[in-house]
T-cell receptor, first 111, second 116 residues
């Protein structure tokens, strides 16, 4: 069974700062998901990646399959980036089964 | 395209009752997954349906069940409600030709269930 660790649990930043959120997992996988959850509950899928790096606007996600580690970066952070960021991986590695989730990183960006 | 819709958005039930939640996926999506989110346990997978068949099931008691219809709409049912079932229930749809873990998932707004 895969285990997912996220760090930090909470993060407070000033507007404009560069943000990094980390995710480590225990069993080799074929894809990792980054999700964003705003207050009120709505969840948006930010990235699904299996290797290398993906970029969307000010968001960048990287993954190192050998080290079983992924990072989510936010450049030039803005108060609207305040949300909980969650990583998720297949439960039993590879493509089997369902997703298992990290406990999330709560980001607060102050103006 | 319309997004994933869930009904109802809020629900209050008492212990011992049963509840049915509904999820309409994005048009053309054949996979629907259900998740439970609580402050203590975070997000947990309940089950995934693809083309009316349950493809994966999480570690939840038999009181939690679901089904999917031919139009891909899905329902989940919780019988004999317990206080611990109070949670945000989210569904997500995807194209789903592979297992849910390999598809980008589009989440609905959730149904917040309170059991008193």
């Amino acid at each position: 069974k895969n285990e997912v660790e996220q760090s930090p649990q909470n993060l407070t930043a000033q507007e404009g700062e560069f943000i990094t959120i980390n995710c480590s997992y225990s069993v080799g996988i074929s894809a990792l998901h980054w999700l964003q959850q705003h207050p009120g509950g709505g969840i948006v899928s930010l990235f699904m990646l299996s290797s290398g790096k993906k970029k969307h606007g000010r968001l960048i996600a990287t993954i190192n399959i050998q080290e079983k580690h992924s990072s989510l970066h936010i450049t030039a952070s803005h108060p609207r980036d305040s949300a909980v960021y969650i990583c998720a991986v297949p439960n039993y590695g590879g493509s089997q089964g369902n997703l298992i989730f990290g406990k999330g990183t709560k980001l607060s960006v102050k103006p | 395209k319309a997004g994933v819709t869930q009904t109802p958005r809020y629900l209050i039930k008492t212990r011992g009752q049963q509840v049915t939640l509904s999820c309409s996926p994005i048009s053309g999506h054949r996979s629907v997954s259900w998740y439970q989110q609580t402050p203590g346990q975070g997000l947990q997978f309940l089950f995934e349906y693809f083309s009316e068949t349950q493809r994966n099931k999480g570690n939840f008691p038999g009181r939690f069940s679901g089904r999917q219809f031919s139009n891909s709409r899905s329902e989940m049912n919780v019988s004999t409600l317990e206080l611990g079932d109070s949670a945000l229930y989210l569904c997500a749809s995807s194209l789903g030709t592979s297992g849910g873990s390999l598809n980008e998932q589009y989440f609905g707004p959730g149904t917040r269930l309170t059991v008193t």
